[in-house]
């Protein structure tokens, strides 16, 4: 895959929990908070190991919420550990400031999933505070340092 830089990546995307703290309608991984399997840290790291051998150099993180996972900071370690680039994709809501710390030397970039204007946001999210929630975290991304993009989902619910 060729980044927006011109630099080779080879990513690695990671699901490793469908817990979730949101129940989003469009969501593809049917994540919720009912749900409480996690993958084990061993697993993902020999599996991280594993694809670096093959020439894997970036790991994307996402679920369910990532944030919720609770190997998350071992997981990254190792593929820091393994040079790789890495990436969080969240909702947001959870991003309190000792999460966005120990993120800081973790990960190269956050992406935010964001479902259009607060009001159609809060309607895909399930949570009428969902939008003011995470828009009062970027702040604190921000203050950190971290890199962070949003992720849109177009759906007929927010075309508009």
Do not use: W
């Amino acid at each position: 895959m060729q980044g927006p830089i011109g630099d080779d990546y080879r990513v690695l995307q990671i699901h490793p929990t469908l817990r979730c703290n949101l129940k989003c309608p469009h969501c593809y991984s049917s994540s919720s908070p009912e749900e409480a399997g996690e993958l084990s840290l061993d697993l993902l790291r020999q599996t991280l190991s594993d694809a670096s051998a093959e020439g894997y150099n970036a790991v994307g993180v996402s679920g369910g919420e990532p944030l919720m996972f609770s190997s998350l900071h071992g997981l990254l370690e190792h593929a820091r550990s393994l040079g790789m680039l890495t990436t969080v994709t969240t909702n947001g809501i959870l991003l309190d400031r000792k999460r966005v710390r120990d993120l800081g030397q973790l990960v190269n970039l956050i992406a935010i999933s964001l479902d259009g204007v607060e009001a159609s946001h809060n309607r895909m999210r399930g949570n009428p505070k969902a939008f003011e929630l995470m828009r009062r975290r970027l702040a604190l991304v921000r203050e950190a340092g971290i890199k962070f993009a949003f992720i849109f989902t177009l759906t007929l619910y927010n075309l508009d």
